[in-house]
């Protein structure tokens, strides 16, 4: 009889807001693994948080970012040595070097989960001695791991050049599969006329994901309400924005919602929004989870023309890929989507039809192999 293997996962960032560690650790004890799943949050929680198979450590995030990650460090170090598991995944970029050395003297496997170009984030972007600084630390480390995971083909195909490795395994940020989905009423929660399109955004509120641009569209638009399901260190600036443009009670923000519920509130909505910029390699990748949820919650996706989300948006005809550069482009088709229902319903059936397909269970029944 095979041993039960145990899992330990490592992440900067709350777990429970995140898709991906959400649907893998799940489907992992499915195949009967003891999961344990380690997080970190300054944004949402002040209190710390500990159960059997999550713990989440509220830190403090100063104006000194050293202090931060020295904390962070101490924590994920304290946690580790203590920890017992066959397999160590490292979630992103700053858990991989402490992951990777404990893993190692514990003679366990490692598994990183390259989320992004870590080298060429958008707040690197005019900073080349902290890309080369991050550079060299994930290429030393990136060779003493057992397998490197990554969102797309695009990543895979960057990451395995840069570092001279191989055999990157993409695994997609893909939502469960639902075939009914409760949805909030969003129009009563929020009292939205009937009338108003409502444009959801979903994630981290960051410079870079076209929030900007979104704003000042919803402000030449009056028939539509945006709504921000998500937290993050720009929200006040947008906040100040919508006032500027005296529409803040046209732009919601609805704060972080706990990743089991988000779908049934996304689901409230009309249209889907990742309007990501082209500021970085990182960016110019993207394939974010936010695109296949909104798919499986129904909704028509307004999306960038970034080759990875345009491949998914037109395969599958399920809304429309535009250059973001110019607000201009972003109201053309919001406007033509206000007076277009039938397009729109169109975009919808095809979306049902899409989820079949693009779906956390068909995603981790091609790679379950090669995890565990």
Not at 65 to 80: K, P
Not at 172 to 189: A, G, V
Request: charged share 25%; proline share 3%.
């Amino acid at each position: 009889m095979e041993r039960i293997k145990k899992i330990h996962i490592s992440f900067l960032g709350n777990p429970r807001f995140d898709s991906r560690i959400t649907n893998l650790s799940n489907s992992l004890r499915e195949d009967g693994c003891i999961v344990s799943v380690l997080g970190f949050d300054w944004f949402i929680s002040s209190e710390d948080y500990s159960g059997e198979e999550l713990k989440i450590f509220a830190i403090k995030k100063g104006k000194v970012s050293l202090f931060f990650y020295l904390q962070f460090a101490f924590i994920l170090i304290s946690e580790l040595v203590r920890s017992n598991a066959d397999i160590y995944f490292a979630e992103d970029l700053y858990t991989l070097p402490f992951v990777t050395t404990i893993a190692k003297i514990k003679k366990a496997k490692v598994y990183y989960n390259s989320r992004e170009i870590y080298a060429h984030l958008g707040g690197l972007r005019n900073r080349p001695t902290l890309q080369n600084i991050v550079k060299s630390i994930e290429k030393y480390f990136i060779k003493k791991v057992d397998l490197v995971l990554t969102t797309g083909l695009l990543d895979s195909e960057y990451i395995e050049k840069l570092y001279k490795i191989s055999d990157t395994l993409v695994v997609r940020n893909i939502p469960l599969y639902q075939k009914t989905i409760p949805k909030i009423d969003l129009r009563k929660k929020y009292q939205i006329d009937q009338d108003k399109l409502i444009l959801i955004y979903q994630g981290v509120v960051l410079s870079g994901r076209g929030l900007k641009q979104i704003i000042n569209t919803v402000a030449k638009l009056p028939k539509t309400v945006l709504i921000i399901f998500g937290d993050g260190e720009k929200k006040n600036n947008f906040i100040e924005l919508a006032s500027k443009l005296n529409i803040s009670d046209r732009v919601i923000f609805a704060g972080s919602i706990d990743q089991k519920e988000l779908i049934n509130y996304t689901a409230g909505g009309d249209v889907g929004l990742s309007l990501i910029e082209n500021i970085s390699i990182s960016y110019y990748h993207a394939l974010p989870n936010k695109l296949f949820e909104y798919i499986m919650a129904g909704l028509p996706v307004l999306c960038s023309d970034l080759p990875q989300m345009k491949a998914i948006i037109e395969k599958y005809n399920v809304g429309e890929s535009i250059n973001i550069d110019n607000d201009e482009n972003i109201f053309s088709i919001l406007n033509k989507w206000c007076g277009n229902p039938n397009l729109l319903d169109t975009y919808r059936i095809n979306c049902v039809m899409a989820a079949k397909e693009l779906n956390w269970q068909e995603e981790y029944e091609r790679v379950r192999s090669k995890l565990i």
